[in-house]
């Protein structure tokens, strides 16, 4: 410090209030000059005036805003002593700048700057008033050094304000430099967030950078990602600071453009897309993200596809897939090759069609997540009624997809279409299964563009198929498959009751969903369905499929459909009464456990997800894992996603996932992270877990 | 390409994925990153020295003015004397680089330990930022808190009050107290996870 500032800063000291004489208006601290300013050089009582801090800081040094960054302390004014009657404002922050510090990033101010405060002046405003300011500071280049003064300003009473020729200019700028505000939505995307400018016309070449006005949401070290989605505005991508809470209503902050001269900010209070207002409700444009994290996940997607083979729910109509197989062993590559994409393309466009629909609705602001069609009774009552029918077919009451059990049929490429919809059937029944791998890819997916989603969807089709692509290119492989034969017929007519069982289970659902009578009706149009599947079938053995038989077959089933799928009320509340075990869940829920020091256990489920019903079964109503929840003294909740619910969407969300199952363990010491247990549980997985293990 | 001939090249591919995992950093909840550090007296420490003890860990600059705060105040010496006498370590890490700001040679840092009455388990000098970064510390002080498993069960500040002034030490609360107190217990720690306040660390 030089002697000239050690002097000043002696004196400042020395020159506090009621040690005689008034403060100083301006102290020349360490590196810093620091003065107490005003609009107006006189004030009219009963009106209003601007207060200023004015910081002069020696180059290279700086001071910081109210978001000092990973480092650093504002400026603060501990006090005013202001005359009665009149009353400070807070204080008002011009847009700062970014100032690093080797890896540290802060934000701040070098040069000059003002920090206003506006202040009303009393009707009592005395004639020789002053205003003083107890202010601290914090001026900082590698090294700090903490300042603090008592600054004092003389404001007489005037019958008009009279502008403060020096500062009136530097106040004036000041109003016209603040920032406008500006729409924004929020979203969270995995570790970080996502604020987009809907409206945010911005050059393409100029830099655009996000300033948090609050302290530990957004890592301020974390660099800003910048993205111009097609439909027009910006989409701006963060990233949490370690101290971020877990939910987030609403993040200030500003939006900084350009550089230099050309430099503007707007104000952001940047909320998620539902709550945002109804004039800036556009579809918040997501921007895509690194490529290789799009490649993984399509990558785990495609795993994902290949392991929902071996899922319950698939696996009765992957039979029908693999009988063809064996019914074309013997034919030709180039026929069997085209079955195979046939099949493949019946699969991927499925999942395209749901994909689509899936980020078509969320594009609309619903809040759906994998598995959201099961949601829906009317389909899940189409599904019912079409597995049940097609296990008709497989047990002989009537024929289709004839292509599958004709040999040698004189056209080539006769029954791509059974292939196709064999595809099609295979992932429509697929979706209440989530496999491992898919959770994480799905969730990360829908989170990106459009193209980004639907390449995982893509993936995750392609894996589903892939087995059968690599069958029907390899004939080798083919060969190693049972010869055909009578054995086929009966393998068929036995692969029809995993396909009832699968109707009763879709029916189980349907029930929960929509109610005992709709149910009943259900019941009732499984009877017509088999009625007009034996008319049908009677006819196709007699030869008689005359036009009155298909009026007939069309009559039955137009019936069963209009009694089953008609008057369907979604609302309805589903019988959601437990076993005593399962208490309801809810964020508070857990939160309120976790603070009494109670371990706790969430199980995200539906009955329409036929892994969680499997694992409820086999798992959780197994006696030692009760008693292992006894042991451990864990509270068990079950967050039921059978009915839309966009507080479980969003949990799942939380954890990447975008469909249950879900299982999560909290341990009893609230520090201890929570544990993602695998989506095919054993007894001894939860046993482990429980057992901190 | 055959499909079938893609098979292998798929599989490896998937394999190659699998084993490139993120790598770590100081995470509340999470193990504790490893480090290998020398103190003043030259002799080595490492994060598994410490398995089976409470280990506090404090970002130090004796020329940050928020350091001083705690030092001048005789808080940070009465936090160090407390828990170590409960056998929690406490290691003080500079991780300033030679020529910045809060810099020690062994020496100095040994002066330095004798002029203020500090009472750490030992002085790390990390002139390369290197322990620093592991721990992603931001400012001095910066506190970190490890359990007997080496979890990382308190990251943050060493109180609630921002400031470099004495007078508000009384009035904040002392995350860094609290958080030993409970998790010697057995209790929850709460808060767990704080902003910390004071001079960014100068790393070179």
Not at chain 1, 120 to 137: I, K, M, R, S
Not at chain 1, 290 to 306: E, Q, R
Request: with cysteine; net charge negative.
């Amino acid at each position: 410090m030089r002697p000239s500032q050690l002097l000043s800063l002696l004196l400042s000291l020395l020159l506090l209030p009621g040690l005689g004489g008034a403060a100083p208006s301006s102290v020349e601290a360490s590196h810093v000059t620091v003065s107490l300013v005003a609009e107006h050089a006189a004030v009219a009582p009963g009106g209003a005036t601007t207060l200023g801090l004015h910081f002069d800081l020696e180059p290279g040094w700086h001071i910081y805003w109210h978001n000092p960054g990973e480092s650093g302390e504002p400026p603060k004014v501990k006090a005013w002593r202001l005359p009665p009657g009149a009353e400070a404002g807070p204080l008002g922050w011009p847009v700062p700048k970014r100032v690093p510090m080797g890896p540290i990033m802060n934000y701040g101010y070098e040069g000059e700057v003002v920090l206003t405060a506006p202040l009303t002046v009393g009707p009592g405003w005395p004639a020789e008033a002053t205003v003083e300011a107890d202010v601290t500071w914090l001026v900082c280049k590698e090294d700090c050094i903490p300042g603090k003064a008592t600054l004092g300003l003389t404001l007489p009473a005037a019958d008009a304000p009279q502008p403060d020729a020096r500062w009136a200019p530097v106040f004036a700028a000041a109003r016209e430099a603040t920032p406008a505000e500006a729409l924004a939505t929020l979203a969270r995307d995995g570790e970080g967030l996502r604020v987009t400018l809907p409206t945010l016309d911005a050059p393409a070449d100029a830099p655009i950078d996000f300033l948090p006005a609050v302290e530990g949401v957004v890592s301020p070290s974390a660099p800003v990602t910048v993205e111009r989605p097609a439909e027009g505005g910006v989409a701006l991508g963060l990233t949490l600071a370690p101290t971020a809470p877990d939910t987030l209503d609403a993040l200030p902050g500003l939006v900084v453009v350009g550089q230099g001269s050309d430099r503007r900010a707007l104000r952001v209070n940047a909320v998620p897309a539902d709550a945002a207002p109804v004039d800036g409700a556009r579809a918040p444009p997501p921007p895509s993200d690194a490529p290789t994290s799009v490649a993984w996940a399509v990558l785990l997607a495609f795993l994902g596809g290949l392991i929902l083979n071996l899922m319950p729910c698939v696996f009765p109509v992957l039979s029908l897939k693999i009988l063809g197989f064996v019914q074309q062993s013997g034919e030709q590559a180039a026929k069997i090759r085209a079955h195979g994409w046939a099949f493949a393309g019946g699969v991927l466009v499925s999942f395209w069609a749901l994909g689509g629909a899936l980020v078509a609705l969320r594009a609309g602001g619903d809040r759906l997540g994998w598995g959201f069609q099961l949601q829906s009774p009317l389909f899940v009552a189409v599904l019912a009624l079409m597995v049940f029918a097609l296990g008709l077919a497989l047990s002989g009451l009537f024929e289709v997809g004839l292509a599958l059990t004709s040999v040698g049929g004189s056209k080539r490429f006769e029954g791509l279409g059974g292939s196709f919809a064999t595809g099609v059937l295979a992932t429509v029944v697929a979706t209440p299964c989530t496999a491992p791998f898919m959770g994480p890819a799905l969730g990360y997916g829908l989170t990106q563009p459009p193209a980004a989603a639907m390449a995982v969807f893509s993936g995750l089709g392609f894996g589903m198929a892939f087995p059968y692509l690599v069958l029907s290119h390899a004939p080798a492989l083919l060969r190693r498959l049972p010869r055909p034969g009578p054995w086929m017929e009966t393998f068929k007519q036995a692969m029809a009751f995993p396909l009832f069982a699968t109707a009763v289970w879709l029916l189980d659902v349907f029930a929960r969903q929509a109610g005992a009578d709709a149910a009943f009706r259900l019941g009732l149009a499984f009877v017509g369905v088999a009625f007009a599947a034996w008319l049908w079938g009677r006819g196709q053995r007699t030869g008689k499929v005359g036009a009155a038989r298909g009026v007939v077959v069309a009559a039955a089933l137009g019936v069963s459909a209009w009694g089953a799928l008609t008057d369907l009320d979604e609302a309805r509340p589903a019988t959601a009464a437990g076993d005593g075990f399962w208490q309801p869940w809810s964020p508070d829920a857990v939160a309120a456990e976790r603070r009494a020091g109670r371990a706790v256990f969430v199980n995200f489920t539906a009955a329409w997800c036929i892994s969680c019903q499997v694992n409820e079964r086999v798992v959780f109503r197994d006696d030692d894992v009760r008693a292992a929840f006894r042991d451990a003294d864990a509270v068990a909740l079950k967050a039921d996603w059978t009915h839309r619910d966009a507080t479980i969407a969003d949990a799942l969300a939380e954890h990447g996932r975008e469909g249950v199952p879900l299982y999560l363990y909290y341990p009893p010491d609230p520090a201890a992270p929570v544990q993602v247990l695998p989506p095919v549980l054993t007894p001894a997985m939860v046993r482990d877990a429980l057992a901190g293990r | 390409m055959r499909l079938s001939k893609l098979l292998p090249f798929a599989l490896a591919l998937v394999g190659t994925l699998a084993v490139a995992l993120p790598a770590s950093a100081a995470e509340v909840g999470k193990p504790a990153p490893g480090f290998d550090g020398t103190d003043s007296h030259g002799k080595k420490h490492t994060l598994a020295d410490y398995k089976g003890k409470w280990l506090v860990l404090e970002w130090l600059n004796h020329g940050c003015p928020y350091v001083r705060k705690h030092y001048d105040a005789k808080n940070m010496q009465a936090l160090q004397a407390k828990w170590t006498d409960k056998g929690v370590a406490w290691l003080s890490v500079i991780s300033s680089a030679e020529g910045k700001q809060g810099y020690s040679t062994p020496d100095k840092a040994n002066e330095d330990v004798k002029a203020n009455a500090a009472k750490p388990t030992a002085v790390l000098l990390d002139p390369k930022g290197v322990i620093g970064k592991a721990y992603d510390a931001k400012t001095t002080p910066h506190m970190v808190i490890i359990n007997p498993e080496g979890v990382v069960v308190y990251d943050g500040a060493i109180d609630s009050i921002r400031s470099a002034d004495q007078d508000d030490i009384a009035k904040a609360t002392p995350y860094v107290d609290k958080a030993l107190e409970a998790g010697l217990a057995g209790k929850a720690i709460d808060p767990n996870q704080t902003t910390p306040y004071g001079c960014s660390v100068k790393y070179p």
